[in-house]
């Protein structure tokens, strides 16, 4: 025996003759049988008043036995235990709470022993007095908590004997008690069949429920511990364990306790444990608490919420089947019920429980269960039980679909469905009325469950959507009838992906096309539309449809093509005919395309006396055609066909063969785009991009300038700036996409072009030789220096790994071209080229040279008011400060430290304020991501908190005709910023951008309001204690000139009175009042916005509103 | 719902919902005035949620363009309103709802008249009496239960 096993012994021991004593009993006759085992008592000693004298000289004897044993350590022993009853006398006594973590430490630490912990506190734990004793507890329990890891399992042992021992004490040991044994379930060396009796004493001495909540959190967290680490014992104990559990959760009330219950019931459940005879009392004990009735109190600090324990529950009620017979009728029952919350919760509990349930479970109850789900989606007003109880359909059905059938059982899945079937499909005759489409929707949620649910739907749905689709001749009931049979097609769809049976619908393939096609022949435009969504589905339904029908059906999308004027009608046909490319490219290539190129290229008739209209209508169908041809050019077999005709557009624009608008060139390379966005990635389309696309439209667009340059007879449509504008993303988008040897090849055939004047690589060569693209041109002309932006467009979006040739050389000519041209298009086209290469150039000391050097000169210019290239080298410092900045180059700030001298500048003030926008926004051409720029994260922020201090301060420094300048730039800047900044470095800035508000430039409203709107939607606390100003200056607002910052400030408004009810409401009747004049402003779209505002602000603070 | 609040008219004919007004480039000019007319009304009370079903008055043709007519320069809105039955209860909160919301939206320049369509209510002249009647239309706002119904079908539907 160990001493700390004997003293606890006799503690226990003393205690109890304490007990019957004072109840007047005599205990001498105890003493005689518990001698033996009382044997070596030291706390006899310290105890002794209890203990009969011939006993005394017994136990003295064998205790100082057992001291000569450790007589090796008795001296520093004797310190220890000091140190220990020092602590015992301060905690116990002196109350004081903190003495129990110097216990811990001193135990930890090695100071004094578990041992000697208890010896020390052997008074207090045997006092008279139930609260000295509990304190005592309290001590050991406390550094338990602490030290459980050190004990051997001996001591474990020993000490769960006396914490068993213990709980049959007074009430007011209890609480301490518990927490011991708390910390004990925690050893990993708790010795076998402890957890058993220890369980056994929990639930025999102490009724749970009658214990403070964190007592009971005790309890359960023992629980917890011991089926973590004891399995196998606690199955030993059979039901007998799930009963007491039962018992001890029975009524408990706090949410907090009751997500640890309903983890132990999940455990239980989950675990395998024996439910046995207990498994209804399991159930009622749980499933009392559905649904979930709880909103946590505001500012809860224990952060539980509703959603918490409501999937807590529901992974206890639905963890087993042996609930069904007990959970089925209740969900049945709460469905009823007029609480929506209560209603949601039991649909997804039905769907989450029958996925464990095989047909028997919910055999008997199917009939309760569809009359609950069919009215739920028939009245309900809500959507999310719609789809709540149609997932609970969807569920249940599968799970009816899983069993297997025995001969004699009936089918429950057929009577499931007939059930369904008897509800719903006579209301799929009646297009008009309202239960149409939750009838429809009820029937899909089944028929989307399984492949056997399918087939059993289709084929009793199916023949009677398509008649009533033939018999019917209102447009808008076909068009009813068309949606359903394309929602049936869709949920076929879902269950079919994982097998390769045959398709549902081959026997209505004939039945369905032809319903299809007649729709596409009507000339109702929403059904049309429907129609091609629904072809679009059949041609993905995986050998549904055969290459007749794919013929057809592109027959008909041609002929709307060429003919149909309504733009929804040709948008969804030209998105039909995509899909249908992706699935049947060699039936694109041979019907469609050809049609759509001979369509495109025969000019308009009696081009004499053309009418308007007739023009007109001709330039629209070869717009259709233009993006129909990029719709379709997704696969490379495809993109080889459709190109080629698209640059024949461009040739023939240019030599005049066959007339195109300007507009039709620039739809043309919009297409050209479009196909170098979308097409696969593979070898063919890249060898298609560098082979043919590029060249061409350089030779295209050198040819165009020459020629322009030469003679003043027709212009080629090929010079005009918006057409340029256009081939540079097509150039851009299919370079950046270029795998790493061919855009090395492509990089240094552009640059030798402009540098050097080579148009080998040109096809039609007819060029003159020693072209100086670069170089400044005679007279005033541009049509030659603004090709520019297509250099900019090849070498800045090659991947970064490609090496762009003659860099430097190329460099000093972007610059010098940058600060002298005059024409716009060339000097920003140069500046941003230099700019895109600076931002991919490699990090050193050339780098930085060329960056000092750039700025040298751009200084230069800016600092002589008499420049007249100012804007020039204005433009070149931005662009290039916006590839720095992207990098993070420590050159930058140099860069904005000009950026910002210039907000003062007379004439450059208002561009540097429109500048910041620029460096914060995303630009489309060049330095951005699809250009494999260096883009590091979150450049924004850095460079908002680097530059905003500074922002305010020049704010603050300067004169007031220039104040405008900083608030334009500073919201241009958050007005950048992602949401979550905004919301946090608001509160420092809100004072200047109310100040904004009221001042007179309208360009700053709009944009300060734009900035202020995303953050008004969850307002900071910052903003609402400035709420009066804010409401304020938005009010004055409303009646400003400008008709986008009345619409914006109206949108605030209404945006305001969803802040907090009591915050807004004392503002109600003002604003209202203040509404009432823009309800008559003279613009429409005031008007609207004004009366959407006032409708909010009239809920506010209302009965039914908020 | 349970049993005992079965709708009176559970599956009513649906209409089909007109597009969202298109807008022109004189609607965008600063200087061109904008009148209010028909439409402008009609886009008002269009999405006034029924008081029983998920749908919107104009989905069940309670409200039509036809059945608006403005007259922006004499100050009149008149509105008449088609109940799904001739029996239905709701013929005077859906008034009523109308009516708040024109109060609500409109300059109070203009004169508001909403009625039924005649013939097509069992109790037509009673209801019309009613909405005609300002006092009673703000006694009725006075009720808490009675706005409370009005601002539901006068909010746009979160759930």
Redesign the interface.
């Known amino acids: 025996m160990s001493i700390l096993e004997i003293i606890l012994v006799v503690i226990n021991w003393n205690l109890l003759k304490a007990k019957l004593q004072w109840k007047g009993e005599d205990v001498h006759q105890e003493h005689q049988e518990n001698s033996t085992f009382a044997s070596s008592s030291i706390c006899s000693v310290l105890f002794g008043r209890y203990v009969n004298a011939a006993l005394k000289d017994m136990i003295l004897k064998l205790f100082f036995h057992h001291l000569c044993q450790r007589s090796s350590y008795r001296d520093t022993m004797a310190a220890e235990s000091t140190l220990a009853l020092s602590l015992v006398e301060e905690f116990v006594s002196g109350l004081q709470d903190s003495k129990a973590k110097d216990a811990a430490k001193g135990v930890k630490d090695g100071k004094f022993t578990v041992l000697q912990l208890v010896e020390a506190l052997g008074s207090s734990l045997t006092s008279s007095q139930p609260h000295t004793r509990a304190r005592g507890v309290h001590l050991l329990s406390e550094v338990l908590q602490e030290c459980y890891g050190d004990l051997t399992e001996r001591e474990v042992e020993v000490l769960i004997a006396f914490y068993e021992n213990r709980l049959k004490d007074h009430y007011v040991v209890t609480p301490p008690v518990l927490k011991g044994l708390k910390a004990l379930t925690k050893c990993t060396n708790l010795p076998p069949g402890s957890a058993v009796s220890m369980l056994r004493s929990v639930f025999q001495d102490i009724h749970v429920q009658s214990l403070m909540l964190s007592e009971r959190a005790c309890v359960y967290s023992m629980l917890i511990n011991i089926m973590e680490t004891r399995e196998a014992e606690l199955k030993g104990l059979g039901a007998d364990f799930v009963f007491g559990f039962v018992q001890s959760m029975d009524g408990e009330r706090d949410p907090r306790n009751l997500l640890l219950a309903f983890q132990i019931a999940k455990n239980l459940i989950h675990g395998g444990y024996d439910l046995g005879k207990f498994t209804e009392e399991l159930f009622e004990v749980t499933s009392c608490y559905f649904p979930i009735d709880f909103s946590p109190p505001p500012n809860d600090p224990h952060g539980i919420t509703r959603e918490e324990l409501v999937q807590a529950l529901r992974a206890v009620l639905t963890g087993t089947p042996k609930f069904a017979e007990f959970l089925l009728p209740l969900l049945i029952e709460k469905l009823d019920s007029d609480v929506q919350s209560a209603k949601l919760d039991s649909l997804q509990t039905l769907a989450a429980c029958v996925s464990q349930y095989e047909h028997k479970h919910v055999a008997e109850f199917l009939q309760g269960l569809w009359t609950s789900v069919r009215r739920e989606v028939f009245q309900t007003s809500s959507e999310k039980i719609e789809s709540a109880g149609l997932a609970a359909l969807t569920a249940l059905t599968s799970c009816l679909s899983r069993s297997v059938l025995s001969s004699d059982s009936e089918d429950s899945l057929s009577t499931f469905l007939d059930f369904i079937l008897k509800d719903c499909k006579h209301h799929l005759c009646e297009p008009d009325l309202k239960l149409v489409w939750p009838s429809a929707k009820l029937l899909q949620a089944a028929c989307s469950a399984s492949t056997r649910a399918s087939h059993i739907i289709t084929v009793a749905v199916m023949p009677s959507l398509l008649e009533q689709y033939n018999n019917r001749t209102q447009c808008s009931h076909r068009r009813t009838l068309l949606e359903v049979v394309h929602r049936f097609i869709h949920s076929v769809k879902n269950c079919q992906s994982s097998d390769n049976d045959e398709s549902v619908l081959l026997a209505f393939r004939e039945a369905l096309c032809s319903i299809v096609f007649s729709a596409l022949s009507e000339s109702n435009s929403s059904l049309q539309i429907t129609a091609t969504s629904v072809l679009t589905s059949l041609a993905q339904q995986a050998g549904l449809l055969v290459e007749s029908d794919i013929e057809l059906a592109l027959d008909h999308l041609t002929r709307l093509l060429l003919t149909e004027e309504d733009d929804r009608v040709s948008l969804a046909v030209v998105e039909c005919a995509g899909a249908l490319a992706q699935l049947h490219p060699a039936l694109v290539i041979t019907k469609l395309i050809p049609k759509l190129k001979k369509e495109m290229f025969t000019e308009p008739m009696n081009q004499d006396q053309e009418e308007v209209s007739e023009l007109y209508s001709h330039h629209a169908v070869r717009q259709r055609c233009l993006s129909a041809l990029a719709a379709v050019s997704i696969q490379p077999s495809v993109v080889q066909e459709s190109t080629p005709v698209l640059l024949e557009v461009l040739r023939s624009a240019h030599t005049g063969s066959v007339n195109f608008s300007v507009d039709e060139v620039v739809l043309t390379c919009r297409s050209l785009q479009r196909i170098a966005e979308r097409v696969q990635d593979s070898e063919e389309a890249g060898r298609c991009f560098h082979d043919v696309f590029i060249p061409h439209l350089l030779s295209l667009a050198l040819q165009a300038a020459l020629q322009d340059e030469g003679s003043s007879g027709t212009r080629s449509p090929l010079v005009e700036e918006v057409v340029l504008s256009a081939m540079v993303p097509v150039i851009s988008t299919s370079c950046s996409r270029l795998q790493p040897t061919l855009a090395g090849q492509t990089a240094s055939r552009a640059v030798s072009l402009f540098l050097d004047g080579d148009v080998s690589f040109l096809p039609d060569n007819s060029f003159p030789s020693h072209m100086q693209l670069l170089k400044k041109q005679e007279g005033d002309s541009w049509s030659l220096s603004r090709l520019v932006c297509l250099l900019m467009g090849s070498v800045c979006s090659l991947p970064r790994s490609v090496e762009v040739p003659q860099i430097d050389k190329l460099l000093s000519a972007l610059e010098e071209m940058s600060c002298t041209c005059s024409h716009p298009l060339s000097y920003t086209s140069a500046a941003k080229c230099f700019a895109g290469l600076v931002n991919k150039k490699p990090q050193g000391h050339s780098l930085d040279s060329l960056i000092q050097r750039m700025m040298k000169r751009v200084c230069s210019e800016l600092d002589s008011p008499s420049s007249s290239v100012r804007t020039q080298a204005f433009t070149l410092m931005i662009w290039v400060a916006k590839a720095l900045l992207l990098r993070y180059h420590p050159l930058f700030t140099t860069l904005t430290d000009k950026l910002f001298s210039l907000l003062d500048d007379a004439d450059l003030g208002p561009m540097a304020a429109d500048g910041f926008s620029l460096l914060m926004s995303d630009s489309t051409d060049v330095l951005n991501r699809a250009c494999h720029a260096d883009v590091r994260i979150m450049y924004r922020q850095r460079f908002f908190s680097e530059n905003s201090a500074k922002l305010v301060q020049g704010f603050n420094a300067a004169p007031q005709e220039k104040k405008p300048n900083y608030l334009k730039a500073l919201s241009n800047i958050v007005n950048k910023l992602p949401k979550q900044v905004q919301v946090t470095e608001l509160p420092a800035l809100l004072s200047l951008l109310l100040e904004a508000l009221s001042c007179p430039d309208q360009d700053v409203h709009l944009s300060t309001l734009s900035c202020l709107e995303p953050v008004l939607v969850n307002p900071p606390q910052v903003l609402i204690q400035q709420l009066e100003a804010l409401i304020n200056r938005l009010l004055a607002l409303i009646s400003s000139p400008a008709m986008s910052v009345r619409i914006a400030s109206l949108s605030c408004i209404s945006t305001l009175s969803h802040f907090p009810v009591h915050e807004v409401l004392p503002f109600r009747a003002r604003v209202l009042r203040a509404l009432a004049k823009p309800l008559d402003d003279k613009k429409r779209l005031v008007r609207r916005e004004a009366v959407q505002a006032r409708g909010e602000w009239f809920l506010l603070g209302s009965p039914g509103g908020r | 719902?349970?049993e005992g609040t079965r709708?009176e008219n559970?599956?009513?004919?649906?209409f089909?919902r007109s597009g969202e007004r298109v807008?022109t480039a004189s609607?965008?000019d600063?200087d061109?005035?904008?009148p209010?007319d028909d439409r402008?009304i009609f886009?008002?009370i269009r999405s006034i949620n029924d008081p029983e079903?998920?749908?919107s008055l104009e989905e069940l043709n309670v409200v039509e363009q036809v059945r608006v007519k403005v007259n922006d320069a004499e100050n009149t809105v008149g509105v008449e309103f088609t109940p799904t039955i001739p029996h239905c209860s709701m013929a005077t909160l859906i008034g009523l709802s109308i009516k708040v919301?024109l109060l609500?939206?409109?300059?109070?320049?203009f004169k508001i008249d909403v009625c039924i369509t005649p013939g097509t209510h069992a109790s037509e002249e009673a209801v019309n009496k009613q909405l005609a009647d300002k006092e009673r239309v703000a006694a009725a706002l006075e009720n808490?239960?009675l706005?409370?119904?009005?601002?539901?079908c006068?909010?746009t539907?979160s759930?």
Not at chain 2, 10 to 14: E, K, Y
Not at chain 2, 147 to 152: P, S
């Open positions: 719902m349970s709708l559970a599956n009513p004919v649906i089909q807008q609607e965008e600063e061109v005035h904008d209010i402008e886009d008002l079903h998920p749908l919301k609500r939206s409109l300059p109070d320049r808490a239960s706005l409370e119904v009005v601002n539901q006068l909010s539907r759930i």
